[in-house]
């Protein structure tokens, strides 16, 4: 929504359409959201979100973001330099299961009887997949998933 705002702001933008813009208009609205470009939780984003907005927006990112954002996605030790801003809603981005489930499934990985309330839980989960968004072919699943460390897979 930023980056809609931003083109909706800048002035020497007069199509909505990025492939038909001028290498000034990227730079024009560079500047438009140069004060707000590092309140997009890029780091947040699914990876299949982040190439469509990279795509096309690349040449609006501040220097070095696109190879920490994608060094981050591909590597699960990665930690940016880049200030990661908390998450800004409530931290579970699963169609499938809910906070609760995620407690449950947690007690069963540490062995524990009772389950864990959200707010407690001793792993992090974090979507690195959704075949609804980024396609149901069996490549897709592996490149994103492959060499993540311990995953675990929730299918409906």
């Known amino acids: 929504y930023l980056i809609r705002w931003g083109i909706e702001n800048t002035n020497s933008i007069l199509v909505y359409d990025s492939t038909k813009w001028t ?5 024009d609205l560079k500047n438009t959201l140069h004060n707000c470009i590092s309140y997009i939780r890029f780091f947040q984003m699914t990876p299949g979100d982040y190439t469509k907005v990279r795509a096309h927006f690349k040449d609006i990112l501040p220097d070095g973001l696109d190879d920490e954002v994608i060094r981050y996605f591909l590597d699960p030790n990665f930690r940016p330099s880049t200030k990661i801003l908390p998450l800004r809603k409530y931290p579970f981005e699963s169609n499938i299961i809910n906070a609760k489930d995620a407690g449950l499934i947690a007690s069963w990985i540490v062995k524990r009887k009772t389950p864990y309330s959200f707010r407690n839980l001793p792993l992090k989960f974090k979507l690195i997949y959704r075949a609804s968004s980024e396609g149901f072919g069996i490549e897709r699943f592996h490149r994103n998933c492959d060499n993540k460390g ?3 897979v929730v299918i409906k």
């Open 150 to 152: 311990p995953t675990l």
């Open 23 to 27: 290498p000034q208009n990227f730079l």
